[in-house]
């Protein structure tokens, strides 16, 4: 059972009283085998095709798997949904293939022939792209600001997305923990600002060309939250390698996290919860670990890189960390 909802933690008393991962966090969707809004808000999604799938940690009903045809989401009618700049995107995305132009992920406003709000789309290049829309009637680059990435995403595995964008010419991707770097293109006028029509937002689908039909998402989406804010570089390394709080389904609050982080040799876990099983999983999703749970854990032998560690008991919980 995946955690249900993210709170940042810091490990020094000075700063226990800064921001949290939860500030201004608009939806947030563990989608486990629903569309749930776990970030109190009660923005629940309204699904339109898309199905639940396995996640990365191979749980059935973990995910949601939208066929590229006519699968979406739709975002409830609200203002909240529809902010200012900055706001924050981050998912876990698996690809069936890089075939599609552009392969839409969220967008906070949908509208035909028309680029309103902000989205996020991967391009057949495997690049994640981050855009404003400027909302002058029609889909070119005019009516829109964009930053392509430099780096890219692996297809048929699990990649771990987060955008942030501040203005048109301050915007972050961060691809499995590493900033994606990228390029800016379209119209940038500091005097234009976010636009909305009165349609909601969707995941899954967006219009972007008006001599063709709405682009559809073909692939898996999981974890998706959404903020009225820019996430800070401590909240994408705890979103990347950091600690997670939560309260599962049966509304247990249990704590797990790990130290040093990052990890030379031995890993030390502090958790209240009761665990049976310890396994560590790649960015790929792939099982590399598999021991009885204790307090301390050799990793010496794991290559460098970024891991999710996942504890089994009377609760599921997971924690990632990176070996240096």
Aim: charged share 15%; aromatic share 12%.
């Amino acid at each position: 059972m995946k955690i249900s909802i993210f709170i940042f933690l810091f490990f020094h008393v000075f700063i226990l009283n800064a921001q949290q991962l939860t500030d201004n966090l608009l939806l947030y969707y563990p989608m486990n085998g629903n569309l749930q809004d776990l970030s109190g808000n009660s923005f629940d999604g309204i699904p339109n095709g898309p199905v639940p799938t396995v996640d990365r940690f191979n749980n059935p009903n973990g995910a949601y798997f939208f066929d590229g045809i006519d699968d979406y989401i739709d975002l409830p009618i609200d203002p909240a949904l529809k902010p200012n700049l900055p706001v924050s995107y981050s998912f876990w995305i698996k690809l069936v293939d890089l075939d599609t132009l552009h392969n839409p992920i969220i967008g906070s406003n949908f509208y035909h022939d028309n680029y309103h709000g902000t989205w996020v789309d991967v391009r057949n290049t495997g690049q994640i792209s981050a855009n404003i829309g400027l909302a002058n009637s029609c889909t070119g680059s005019y009516c829109r600001r964009s930053k392509l990435s430099t780096n890219t995403l692996s297809y048929n595995f699990w990649n771990h997305v987060v955008v942030v964008i501040r203005s048109g010419d301050d915007m972050d991707i961060i691809i499995n923990c590493e900033d994606a770097g990228g390029t800016y293109s379209g119209n940038y006028d500091p005097l234009l600002s976010l636009t909305y029509s009165n349609d909601p937002g969707k995941i899954g689908v967006f219009d972007r060309n008006v001599y063709r039909p709405p682009y559809f998402f073909e692939g898996s989406l999981d974890e998706i939250g959404y903020w009225d804010r820019a996430l800070t570089q401590l909240d994408v390394q705890q979103l990347c390698h950091g600690v997670f709080t939560g309260v599962n389904e049966e509304e247990h609050v249990f704590q797990t996290s790990v130290y040093p982080n990052p990890v030379d040799d031995i890993i030390n876990i502090e958790t209240i919860g009761k665990y049976s099983t310890a396994m560590v999983y790649n960015v790929l999703g792939e099982e590399v670990m598999q021991v009885p749970f204790s307090n301390t854990i050799d990793v010496s032998q794991l290559p460098v890189g970024m891991y999710t560690l996942r504890l089994l008991g009377e609760q599921t919980t997971a924690v990632n960390f990176v070996k240096k």
